[in-house]
């Protein structure tokens, strides 16, 4: 992370007031479970109406998770009153995303004006053992002036 | 599509009993709507419980849903008594996915023994009007018997 | 391709001044073969200072050549006065770069204010045979106000 | 790197080899710095034939050296008498390369039987400064039976 610092002190609340809204996190049964400049983890359980053919995460559903997590990692580093967009990003499956518990981490590799890099992964937690199922890169835009919730200026 | 032969014509069959199985797709509302050789597209609706901090479809939804159009397109061509895995993809995000009906179409780009490479691309539909809003690569391996529902052999 | 028009009429002498600048273009004995609004084609010959190790055309060399290719689709559509830099590209490698002379394709999948987007492909050309080798997809964004060569305003 | 062990005793002898006969490597000016199990770096020096139009490093000859050591850091662990290929690679470009020498490193992820994963960088040293100006994510095969210098078995 190399010491980000947030230049919005409201940064958290800004964060967690966004995820709330992304109405896609509570479908798949996300937390936020960590928030800080820079870097962001969100988790979710095991459910069966996540699942791919074989029983294990669907790799779409894992990358949903890391990409709301890289973009909030981005989004506590923007200045209030601006909005976050993911602009691309690639992710590549290293193992079958089996497990009780996903954690999904984005860390702001890179912070420019208005494009940021985040390095994406997804936690595999099963009974105390932990596999990285997940890796991926992410690039961000900031739109400043555009608050992510319009009905609150 | 380039003119590809499916080596298994029980292709279409086999596809659609293994998008059955990824319980993820009837979680996003999604239907199989075309399978050819080299092939596919997915649909879903537009719904509250998709969307992402703006109310569009979140960009992990549609990602998902190419991520599985890509894999039924390269699955159609591999043999009977296999099956498919993402090995990664990339996508970019065109445009808000905006509509109220996403068409996803992957394709075969390059039809390997093991590995498969396909563009992906997430079409939003609104009232006849037609944008495309992600576009993506990605990269998939047969794996050779084993078959994609282990409990009919 | 999809109609895009260029907005500086002199987009391809601007283009062309830019690739000689590309000294790496030179070192490669890459040859630009041709810009439309949208479109840039690039060319190179086998040549074994290029190779990696089996003898084929290294795949660093054709992801350049791609790259330039795509930056000077996007550049054909940006504003006089403008430079254009890769944002991101990621390349997945069809077949092994075998060829006589190969062509590097950029096309612009997506124009924005700041951010394009390409398709890349290379083509490795062999006694009238052609194969796609190469297949990527680019990110670029437009510096409005910073000229491509600044010597020149 | 997570501790990675080479499976074949003389694995650094085997890249170095291999490295030789990349000629595009020599064309860049490309030293081999480093090889460890999981690991490859290589240098080159800030050269005006390398440059792109503004008279930095070219992305291309950047992505060529990362490309290069994320192959021989997997090589690195693959069996004797084996090849590497590159499936695809992403690089996102943090930074203008700018800077008297740059050295990119290659680092295994995941390694599998046949696939690996591997991170890039590339770094921009300029009078004890350093800036990371690439990162990119990489997918590697290995060709069993297939030694990468055939006339020699």
Same sequence: chains 1, 2, 3, 4.
Avoid: I, W
Avoid at 74 to 79: I, R, V
Avoid at 117 to 145: F, I, K, S
């Amino acid at each position: 992370m190399g010491g980000f610092a947030a230049q919005d002190p409201g940064f958290a609340e800004r964060v967690r007031a966004s995820f709330v809204r992304q109405r896609f996190m509570a479908t798949l049964g996300a937390r936020l479970v960590r928030v800080e400049p820079g870097l962001c983890e969100l988790e979710c359980d095991q459910r069966a109406d996540l699942t791919q053919q074989h029983g294990y995460l669907h790799a779409g559903a894992g990358a949903s998770l890391a990409d709301s997590a890289g973009g909030y990692a981005a989004y506590s580093l923007m200045p209030a009153g601006s909005s976050v967009l993911s602009v691309e990003f690639k992710v590549n499956l290293l193992e079958p995303a089996r497990g009780q518990r996903f954690l999904a981490r984005g860390r702001v590799l890179r912070s420019g004006r208005r494009l940021y890099v985040c390095e994406l992964e997804l936690e595999a937690h099963d009974d105390g053992r932990m596999r990285r199922c997940l890796y991926g890169v992410q690039t961000l835009m900031c739109l400043e002036g555009q608050p992510d919730d319009p009905s609150r200026g």
